[in-house]
């Protein structure tokens, strides 16, 4: 049975820093894509970052670029997220999301996490 599941989520400060972490288990992790997603109050997904098998490619959306940092390792099935400088447009649901496809510009997932929050507030 596939699973992934996110912690590290919590209240911070605007300006402070959070790691995410999420745990992979009943697949081969060192195979797929794994990428974070995440949904504000009100909004729909947003995606957030993309992490190749192997770790060494890793692509971010503009509204996170150089403020997070996305990273694996797949001796531990861990998917991690470094966030930094954190702004309270920031808040929201975090997932962690098995990467199947990628079609016409958009990844799609066959498997999700059930998220851990995030709140950024003074």
């Known amino acids: 049975e596939v699973q992934l599941v996110e912690s590290g989520g919590g209240m911070v400060q605007p300006g402070g820093s959070l790691r995410l972490s999420c745990a992979a288990s009943g697949f081969t992790f060192s195979s797929y894509d794994m990428n974070w997603v995440r949904r504000a109050p009100g909004k729909g997904p947003e995606w957030v970052s993309a992490t190749h098998t192997g770790g060494d490619s890793t692509y971010y959306a503009d509204s996170v670029k150089g403020r997070f940092t996305a990273s694996r390792d797949n001796a531990k099935n861990t998917l991690y997220l470094q966030m930094n400088s954190l702004k309270p447009e920031d808040t929201a649901l975090y997932y962690c999301?098995?990467?199947?496809?990628?079609?016409?510009?958009?990844?799609?997932?066959?498997?999700w996490g059930q998220g851990t929050q995030v709140t950024v507030s003074s």
């Open positions: 999301a098995r990467v199947s496809a990628y079609r016409q510009r958009r990844y799609e997932y066959d498997y």
